[in-house]
């Protein structure tokens, strides 16, 4: 009799990934699972092969999102304990050479995302001036305009709105459902205002009514581009040169906490604006409170001093 260990074979992506969540703690399945599924959306989002873990599709993926340094350097770690796993049930050169330049990749601090952006909103004027850079009548400037609009009315981070899908949009009710959220959390945003909405018929009879993906590529000579969803890089690029246009210095972000907070001064309840902005918890909302009311105090503070 043969009693030699056979390895299991080595099917797909997803088979590893299941032998992968039972060799982790329940602490770490969670954020391993959400990796893997991100992971395969964003491959059948670009056309790539959820195989393929080479370090410059990894890194693309990972740096495309609008995620904490911590976070991404979780997924990282999802990612190479999934080729550990490859390489156990398949253990060719191939997967190994895989594993090892998958543990050379490192994860570098970025100040414009999650824990390490500014905090910063713009004011009223300035919103007003960054929706109004792109005015033209060309492929690029509607979709920018339906993009930056999109941001600035509806809080949503640039990581959600990059994938979002026609279907997701309901023009008659003002709202917009987004599908995985932070925390994979579905949930219904409103869209604030005519602008952002506008913006969208506009860009989406310059597509031309057919399409799944809102925010697709624009080539050279203003050519649409495939029917995939552009990233969050892409989002962040799309805002630099917004920002470089309008004279006004801001981030991605800040278009997200511009929202929050005029929504709060405005008198908008915080429950309300928690649940437009996606928070899981009621204390995230309650900062950018205390920023509003910080800014409403100034103005009713008098002292005897410092004039």
Partial sequence: MDRSITTPPFLSFDSAAVFTL???????ARIYAQ????????????????????????????????????????????LRKWAQMRY??????NAKRQLEALM????????????????????????????????ANTNTAKR????????????????ELAALRWQDVDFENGIVLIRHGKGDQERTAPIAGEFALDALQAWYAGQGGQRVYIFCPVNKGDRLGADKPISGTDVYRIIQATAAISG???????????????????????????????????????????AVNAREARKALKLRYGD
């Fill in 248 to 290: 006004v210095d801001f981030k991605p972000h800040d278009l997200r906490r511009t929202f929050i907070t005029e929504a709060l001064a405005t008198g908008t309840p915080i429950q309300t604006v928690q649940a437009a902005a996606g928070h899981a918890r009621g204390e995230t909302t309650l900062r950018y409170a205390q």
């Fill in 144 to 159: 920018n305009r339906a993009l930056v609009g999109l941001l600035a009315l509806s809080g949503m981070r640039r990581a």
């Fill in 104 to 135: 050379l990749i490192k994860i570098h601090a970025d100040p414009e995302r999650g824990q390490e952006r500014t905090r910063k909103a713009l004011t009223p004027a300035e919103a007003d001036r960054v929706l109004r850079v792109w005015g």
């Fill in 22 to 28: 039972q060799t982790v703690a329940k602490s770490s």
């Fill in 35 to 78: 990796t893997f599924r991100l992971w395969i959306e964003w491959n059948t989002r670009t056309g790539g092969d959820p195989l393929d873990l080479r370090p410059a599709q990894v890194i693309a993926f990972i740096e495309g999102q609008d995620t904490t340094k911590s976070t991404r350097q979780r997924q990282l770690a999802a």
């Fill in 88 to 93: 156990v049930l398949d253990p060719t050169d």
